[in-house]
């Protein structure tokens, strides 16, 4: 308005030369966009930092405008790549497939499948991350090209070089007005990330400060642990759960999603190894685990890695002394149980006395209540000629605590007998 | 062992009580162990906070016998189990809610959910629990749907000291650690002892009340309502390769211009046509029947289908007559005795142009077609009344065929539950 103002009244003298009002509003613009950064741990862009290093087709899942974008920036310095981003649902099919090209005689040449400019910029520079965002919203003739690029890595008669990787982004089928969906297989292609946004980074960033993600570095050093680590991981659950290598999707809610099969453990290994490599956490790992297998197979891996975790009872009987426990209750009974379990699987004097050392310890560093049932166990398989050794005294207290426990389940169960009689 | 002084926590007391608790409840026992205690002068009896940590105040242990101490141990490890913080911050978001008054109201009605089938069965009945029968509530909802049924008022008065800690209502206590104090769980290991538990109880189901197994079943996979599913599923029907938009030959691209020679598609719009064939046996209630008409509507209204295409065809053991769904209001859905589904497929098919997608919303209690018919169908399963049908919800753990569904729908159509 007062831009049109100023035209229209040449007349009024001006006040010794006026800034023009888009220079003002540049500053403005300025002020706006200063703003900072922090550093923030953020476990779904360590997560897909990660999938993303080990080579593995991404699939991000988050409604429209809430940051996927400013992530893949975020991830593409941290890789040192060129960041290209493709609105899949702006494209027509043959961009992806190809545009043919009439040559001189189609009869005898063929008609090539000429490349779109973005893909042979990609090829020319030999790195870079490929953005397709909005998967969902193409039409599904799209969808199909894009999806040949994603597995196959082709654009027509171009091939992308090992050095490009590839992620996707797609909003979640209840949203989604036109029903995207993955068939089974397809699905079982990709490590499926979540993303959502986070209600005090959002908040806290419009205020001007954005956080700014410390990424994972993969160790060089670290790198035949790390492959050691995940072989056993999943062998090992494989190995103890075998219908868990092969599942397809039973109900309509999981279709489109992660599930197990060959396929996903094998990017399962890769993702465990990478992980491990980079030292990353629990939570980052199981974003990936369960983005590749699925909830349930997930969890359960994650829940075998919490026991290969745990101190191995035949390292704790052989020097109960020095033996360090876990704090955590629940892990500290599994321990103590499987302690019992190895004495009671090769049943010696020495190793039950030993046993008895490690419970001694176990009341002195922790509570009392998880000692109860590996003590009452291990004094079940006492042998004759075995005297009982001199510790046990000094779990007297776990005795009366066992007690004064038993002493309330017989008021329990005397009130509600007295109830019933009362009843009648 | 014995050194407790009058004042100070009595952590045999406590232990004793957990310890009691655990021979109740052994399903409950690797959550029990894995909950953290910390004495707190700040919480009237005990309260948890997300990070499974365990408040407890010193006089409140003194003054209750050990059997109540171990209900409310259980209580306190019901609010984490079943995620009673996740799914009170995502009410308040959905709903708007804000402020303490309404987080008490959540306290109340997570309260409310566990504690009506808590105790019992070798555990004692904590003094000053809520019930829901003392608000006048049914007893086993869930804690959404007790939120919807009471307000704070006169009859709730007597329960505003009640604080089961962030674990119960979301909110953060300032007397809380936080997330970066000692003895926390982290999300991945909330997440495991929730999913150990489960396990446990879905291995042996026998020995857990209903509500636990119902928990478990669903804990991972919580079922999502059937208007989302229906919604995705004739969606997902009507945007297929084929119908709706999509490129085709049928006319040169705007982009053929500047190839000439070349063919290249063109992207068209072909809105799609969808026929639903309603069950009117009888079995079904007209209510049930109107929400989901409603629902196909408008789903095909969001994928850009047009009024007049959709159409509605009752059927019995003989298909009536079609009505294009610009009566839908006044179509009459008579009917009663036996289905016969295949004459309505049969008719819907010889319609002239076919329709994309076919939806049926039926009980079930039909013979279907023998041949997967040449367009895309989708199912809606009402319950069947007066049989015990399962919902089928599988564990991923789960054979597929260890639970039998008799006259399920063929396979070559997508099966939706409804209600």
């Not at chain 1, 699925?294 to 109960?320: F, K, V």
């Not at chain 1, 509600?416 to 009362?422: E, R, T």
């Not at chain 2, 604080?163 to 209502?169: L, N, P, Q, T």
Request: hydrophobic letters at 40%.
């Amino acid at each position: 308005m007062s831009i049109g103002m100023r035209c229209a009244a040449p007349e009024t003298p001006a006040t010794a030369s006026p800034t023009p009002q888009l220079d003002i509003a540049a500053d403005l613009l300025t002020l706006l966009r200063d703003t900072t950064t922090e550093p923030r741990p953020d476990t779904q862009l360590e997560a897909l930092t990660l999938a993303v290093a080990a080579d593995l087709p991404v699939l991000l899942w988050g409604e429209p405008g809430i940051g996927k974008t400013a992530a893949l920036t975020q991830l593409a310095t941290a890789l040192d790549l060129p960041l290209t981003t493709v609105i899949a649902s702006v494209h027509e099919p043959s961009d992806f497939s190809g545009l043919p090209v009439i040559g001189d005689d189609p009869a005898t040449h063929g008609v090539p499948m000429a490349p779109p400019d973005w893909a042979v910029r990609l090829v020319r520079a030999g790195r870079g991350l490929l953005f397709l965002d909005e998967l969902s919203t193409a039409p599904p003739a799209v969808q199909a090209a894009l999806l040949r690029l994603v597995l196959e890595r082709r654009i027509g008669a171009l091939q992308l070089p090992p050095g490009v990787r590839i992620v996707a982004a797609a909003n979640p089928r209840s949203s989604a007005a036109d029903g995207w969906e993955l068939s089974p297989p397809l699905a079982n292609r990709f490590v499926h990330l979540q993303w959502t946004h986070d209600h005090e980074v959002v908040v806290r960033g419009l205020g001007g400060t954005w956080p700014r993600a410390t990424l994972p570095l993969l160790a060089p050093e670290r790198l035949s642990e790390a492959v050691d680590f995940a072989r056993r991981a999943v062998c090992g659950l494989l190995a103890a759960r075998p219908k868990l290598v092969h599942q397809l999707p039973g109900n309509e809610t999981r279709r489109g999603g992660a599930w197990p099969s060959p396929r996903s453990w094998d990017m399962t290994l890769s993702l465990i190894a990478f992980a491990t490599a980079a030292g990353s956490s629990r939570e980052v790992l199981s974003l990936l685990v369960r983005g590749a297998v699925g909830d349930g197979p997930g969890l359960e891996l994650l829940a075998s890695l919490d026991r290969m975790d745990l101190p191995d009872p035949e390292t704790l009987l052989a020097d109960p002394a020095s033996a360090v426990l876990p704090q955590r209750g629940d892990l500290r009974q599994a321990v103590l149980d499987g302690v019992v379990a190895a004495v009671r699987g090769r049943p010696e004097k020495s190793r039950w006395d030993a046993a008895w050392a490690l419970l001694v310890r176990a009341l002195e560093t922790g509570a009392p209540d998880l000692v109860v049932v590996p003590a009452t166990t291990l004094a079940a398989l006492r042998q004759e000629n075995w005297d009982v050794p001199e510790a046990i005294e000094q779990l007297a207290g776990v005795v009366s605590l066992s007690r004064r426990a038993d002493r309330a389940a017989d008021r329990v169960a005397g009130r509600i007998g007295a109830g019933s009689a009362g009843g009648r | 062992m014995n050194a407790y002084a009058p004042g100070t926590l009595d952590l045999d007391k406590l232990f004793a009580a957990r310890l009691h608790a655990v021979r109740a409840r052994p399903y409950l026992a690797t959550a029990l162990f894995a909950l953290h205690p910390v004495e707190s002068r700040q919480v009237p009896t005990m309260a948890v906070d997300r990070h499974w940590r365990c408040y407890v105040s010193p006089s409140f242990v003194d003054r209750t016998p050990v059997e109540e101490l171990a209900g409310v141990w259980v209580h306190e490890v019901s609010h984490l189990l079943r995620d009673h913080h996740g799914r009170s911050d995502r009410f308040a978001r959905e709903h708007g809610l804000t402020g303490s008054g309404e987080r008490l109201r959540m306290n109340i009605a997570a309260d409310c959910e566990i504690n009506d089938d808590a105790f019992g069965d070798g555990l004692v009945h904590p003094e000053g629990a809520v019930e829901p029968e003392a608000l006048g509530l049914p007893t086993g909802e869930l804690m959404e749907e007790y939120l919807r049924r009471f307000r704070l008022g006169p009859n709730t008065l007597s329960l505003s000291w009640l604080d089961c800690g962030s674990g119960a209502d979301g909110l953060g206590r300032e007397w809380e650690l936080g997330p970066n104090g000692a003895h926390g769980l982290s999300e991945q290991e909330r997440d495991a002892v929730r999913f150990r538990v489960a396990q446990g109880i879905n291995g042996r189901p026998g020995n857990a009340p209903k509500g636990w197994r119902r928990w478990a079943e669903e804990a991972f996979h919580p079922p999502l309502p059937w208007r989302e599913l229906l919604g995705a599923a004739v969606r997902s029907a009507a945007s297929d390769s084929g119908v709706g938009e999509d490129y085709t030959y049928g006319r040169p691209s705007r982009r053929s211009a500047g190839l000439p020679g070349v063919v290249l598609p063109s992207l068209r719009r072909r809105p799609p046509r969808v026929s639903v064939i309603i069950d009117t046996s009888g079995s079904v209630s007209d209510a049930e029947l109107g929400s989901a008409l409603l629902e196909v509507t408008a789903i095909s209204r969001a994928v850009g289908g047009r009024r007049d295409l959709v159409t509605v065809l009752p059927c019995d053991a003989s298909a009536g007559i079609v009505h294009p769904l610009c009566r839908a209001e006044g179509i009459p859905l008579m009917g009663g005795g036996g289905t016969d589904l295949r004459t309505g497929f049969a008719k819907a098919l010889r319609a002239s142009p076919r329709p994309d997608v076919v939806v049926v919303l039926t009980d079930g209690q039909t013979p279907w077609p023998d041949t997967r018919p040449p367009c895309r169908t989708v199912v809606g399963l009402f319950p069947r009344q007066h049989t015990l049908r399962r919902r089928p919800v599988r564990s991923w753990g789960e054979d597929e065929d260890d639970r039998y569904v008799p006259d399920s729908p063929p396979a070559w159509a997508r099966v939706v539950d409804i209600g």
